[in-house]
């Protein structure tokens, strides 16, 4: 079958369109005929290599797929051959404590398609079949597979950790990226007010149009615009993925007793304290990792309502992986960067 593959860790060269064996599926997973995967900014960690990966090559990259059933196993009873589905991007035991409490981005075992195993980015991905999810309402399978990572993940760090409720203010960091114009909406879908930022005017425009109340640029000392558009006060729920360049600023942007949630650090890992503000104003840092496939759902369930939209940046042909990961690098995207697989 087709793929793009990584064949070593490096710069966006290491990407190459070739021929690799298709996977063999057991009797508990799908085989997955796939047509469209897009892009996570975790593609660009997994391609330069990540701390403790130690990969084999080649690999196939990529985590949010959309497709259509091509091959299921014998134990398989969800599924047939055509069925459209989108696949839960997380893969986990199945059978801990965590596992069993629902929280399956907790177990020990969790990993994501396109990280310790192949992705999406090919003709045919092998999955479990509990992963394998109808697509929601009349979404094509580029706009699909557009949701699964970012609107998980901000859904989970927005309830599952910070807790936001509908009345309160938050800031949304980045939102020109996958996350962000999540968060956006699924913030404004609640009842949120919502201060979006990003690095140029055109997205600004961009955030303003998916619902955002105000949108600032987060350069500076932004976390001034933020006490005044919040009338001295601050937000109660910073949503963090951006990092070092904006660590100190997003912090500042809180009102007492405010949360901030991360579930990234693009720009660097090393972020600045202030343990006497941290305390006086009872400050909540949360780290946020993924989210669980009942989280998927409820999100899904959104999208089936027409409250969620997919925000699909620009859709390219696998054969252009390279191409779109340098987009992606370049952070020229607004929204999710997709690769169709003809
Ligand atoms: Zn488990």
Redesign the pocket.
């Known amino acids: 079958m087709k793929a793009a593959v990584i064949t070593a860790h490096g710069g966006p060269e290491v990407l190459k369109y070739t021929d690799i064996p298709e996977p063999q599926i057991g009797p508990n997973d799908v085989l997955v005929r796939v047509r469209a995967c897009a892009l996570n900014h975790l593609d660009l960690w997994v391609r330069g290599g990540l701390p403790g990966m130690t990969g084999t090559f080649p690999h196939v990259p990529g985590s949010d797929v959309a497709g259509e059933i091509a091959k299921f196993g014998a134990s398989v009873t969800n599924v047939r051959v055509g069925d459209k589905v989108l696949l839960a991007p997380g893969v ?5 404590e ?2 069993a409490a629902g929280r ?1 981005n907790f ?4 990993t994501l398609f396109g990280t310790r195993i192949h992705g999406g980015c090919a003709e045919f991905i092998k999955s479990p079949a509990v992963n394998a999810i109808p697509i929601p309402g009349d979404l094509s399978f580029e706009q699909a597979a557009a949701v699964p990572l970012v609107f998980l993940t901000a859904w989970h760090m927005l309830f599952g950790r910070a807790q936001l409720r509908p009345a309160e203010h938050v800031l949304v960091m980045g939102a020109g990226s996958g996350v962000g114009s999540a968060a956006i909406q699924i913030a404004k879908a609640t009842g949120a007010r919502v201060i979006a930022t990003a690095t140029s005017e055109a997205k600004l425009a961009k955030a303003r149009e998916l619902g955002a109340d105000d949108a600032i640029l987060h350069t500076g000392e932004f976390a001034r615009e933020v006490k005044q558009l919040t009338g001295g006060r601050g937000v109660d729920v910073v949503f963090e993925h951006v990092g070092q360049a904006t660590w100190e600023q997003s912090i500042y942007s809180l009102a007492t007793g405010g949360r901030l949630v991360t579930c990234g650090a693009t720009t660097g890992m090393e972020g600045k304290l202030n343990i006497g503000y941290l305390f006086t104003r009872q400050i909540s840092i949360l780290g946020s990792f993924m989210g669980s496939k009942s989280e998927l759902f409820a999100v899904l369930e959104l999208f089936k309502r027409g409250s969620l939209k997919p925000v699909v940046d620009c859709v390219l042909p696998l054969e252009h992986a390279r191409e779109a990961h340098e987009r992606l690098e370049k952070r020229q995207q607004f929204g999710k960067i997709v690769l169709r697989v003809p």
């Open positions: 986990s035991c199945g059978q801990c965590q596992c399956d177990c020990k075992d969790y």
